[in-house]
């Protein structure tokens, strides 16, 4: 019986002054304005917002279509688009879904639960 | 703020305007729309023109100033402005605030863009720039991807069936077929539609708007030069223009956005009028289910219920309340700066009672224009005057 894989993290941003986590593509907080950040890796569980399958892509990802892109809500409170697995399990909204790799905060999904084990 | 007027409209047909300079469509509209008003070109304080990409697709900037050039306009102010697929909303409201403020008695608003002569690729990476690119870019979401989130959504939701969706389609395409404006109108079965190419799950290639070419453009003026003016005048309710988040993640809710109903509501209260009172909506149909979303969006259609009205007839030219008669931009075409602009020109015939579609005894006529993923919203109310 296959265990249950352990998420990737998603690297991203702390707010130093106010605690605001946010990607790391920020040059100033949201919320507060400082703009002194430290890096800080978030698990990469969560829940599936929507998802759309890109069949007719931009020309730097015209050799990967098509491919589902996902909007995950994750455990920690943020929203983050990334990818879904080409192997993983078909998706819903609604549905848990686990990190299988991160670059900085643009992640790799993949349905989450025993159908994908 | 002043009582300000539409005075004069004009706009070229959508489509294809090969070896047209984009400029001379800009010209030929707004030279259009100065006849039409019949105002004395030295009255204009100020241009406005909406445009998107035409840097990238023709190297050409400064649209603003050459389109005053050939026109003959005095030396005032002209300004390009880009807000993505808002642009044109955005360059007439500026207008309406230049006349609305007092700095001038009259104003010129154009839009417009070429992008047919454009590679797909050229296009779609163009058209890419209006995301947060730094945020949303590298997961590889077009804008396409965006609505089929959105989709997606409504159909979980409310339970949105394809075959709904398709009335929009239907509608709007069928609208186009009776406006000579119009770049692709058609009779289209349900079938037709749902046997065309995916797109972007689950939208399909007649989801989806055409690339155009096209401009219009508007002459405005305050209510005290009515006399100087041989157009019929529409009277401008309220212009109003809002800001949503650039990025997905600034999106609580992917099946609705909050530009558009903060703008809306702003609207309404400017106005002093509610939802029930709007007779007539040209409304940013970019995608079929933007069309159901932007309906929700803007009060006309109860949350959820915006499939089912459209596939109930409810959206037609003698229904409850008809959307897009025009074609929208699936029929009419979206040559991107020019369609905020565009709407207006459509409304203004509606509350002339003289467009081709026309909805019976139109009063009250409302537009809403939006752009990128949300990032900004103009939505205007006009109203016929005696």
């Known amino acids: 019986m296959a265990a249950i894989p352990e998420a990737a993290t998603l690297r991203m941003s702390r707010c130093v002054r106010c605690g605001n986590v946010d990607t790391p593509n920020r040059s100033v907080c949201g919320r507060c304005l400082s703009g002194e950040f430290e890096p800080v890796d978030v698990p990469g569980t969560g829940v599936l917002a929507s998802w759309t399958t890109i069949r007719r892509a931009p020309t730097r990802f015209r050799d990967e279509a098509p491919y589902d892109v996902v909007v995950v809500d994750l455990d920690q409170g943020q929203r983050v688009v990334g990818r879904l697995a080409a192997d993983s399990a078909p998706p819903s909204a609604g549905g848990r879904v686990v990190a299988i790799s991160a670059d900085g905060a643009n992640a790799v999904f993949r349905v989450s639960g025993v159908a994908t084990l | ?386």
Not at chain 2, 5 to 14: M, N
Not at chain 2, 166 to 177: E, F, M, P, T
Not at chain 2, 299 to 326: D, F, K, M, Y
């Open chain 2, 1 to 386: 703020m002043r009582k300000v007027l539409i005075a004069g409209i004009g706009s070229t047909a959508f489509g294809r305007h090969a070896g047209t300079p984009i400029e001379q469509l800009g010209v030929a509209a707004a030279a259009e729309a100065l006849l039409d008003a019949g105002i004395d070109r030295a009255r204009i304080g100020a241009l406005y023109l909406g445009n998107f990409i035409s840097g990238p697709l023709n190297g050409k900037e400064v649209l603003a100033g050459i389109v005053a050039d050939q026109l003959g306009l005095p030396n005032i102010p002209c300004t390009k402005v880009e807000g993505a697929c808002a642009s044109g909303g955005i360059a007439f409201r500026h207008a309406w605030l230049a006349v609305a403020s007092g700095q001038c008695d009259a104003a010129i608003a154009v839009g417009v863009e070429t992008m047919t002569h454009a590679r797909t690729a050229e296009t779609t990476a163009a058209l890419n720039c209006a995301m947060d690119n730094e945020s949303d870019g590298p997961s590889g979401l077009t804008f396409p991807g965006l609505f089929g989130l959105a989709w997606r959504i409504h159909a979980q939701r409310y339970g949105t069936t394809r075959r709904q969706v398709s009335a929009v389609v239907r509608k709007n395409k069928a609208n186009g077929l009776r406006n000579p404006l119009a770049q692709m109108g058609a009779e289209l079965t349900d079938e037709q539609i749902e046997a065309s190419a995916l797109i972007c799950d689950p939208l399909q290639l007649y989801d989806c708007c055409p690339a155009s070419d096209g401009a219009a453009a508007l002459v405005v003026v305050a209510d005290s030069l009515r006399s100087e003016i041989s157009g019929v005048p529409v009277e401008i309710l309220a212009s109003v223009q809002t800001r949503g988040s650039a990025r997905i993640a600034g999106h609580a809710d992917l099946c609705s956005f909050d530009a558009t109903v903060s703008a809306a509501q702003r609207a309404y209260a400017m106005a002093g009028i509610s939802a029930k009172e709007v007779d007539v909506v040209e409304l940013h149909d970019c995608f079929s289910i933007a069309e159901i979303v932007d309906s929700e969006d803007l009060g006309l259609v109860p949350r959820g219920e915006g499939a089912a009205w459209a596939a109930e007839g409810r959206t037609a030219v003698g229904g409850q309340i008809p959307v897009n008669p025009s074609g929208g931009l699936l029929a009419k075409g979206h040559p991107v700066g020019a369609t905020g602009v565009s709407q207006l020109y459509e409304i203004v015939c509606q509350l002339r009672g003289e467009h081709p579609n026309q909805v019976a005894g139109a009063e009250i006529g409302m537009t809403h224009n939006l752009g990128g993923t949300g990032v900004a919203c103009t939505v205007n109310l006009l109203r016929r005057m005696a």
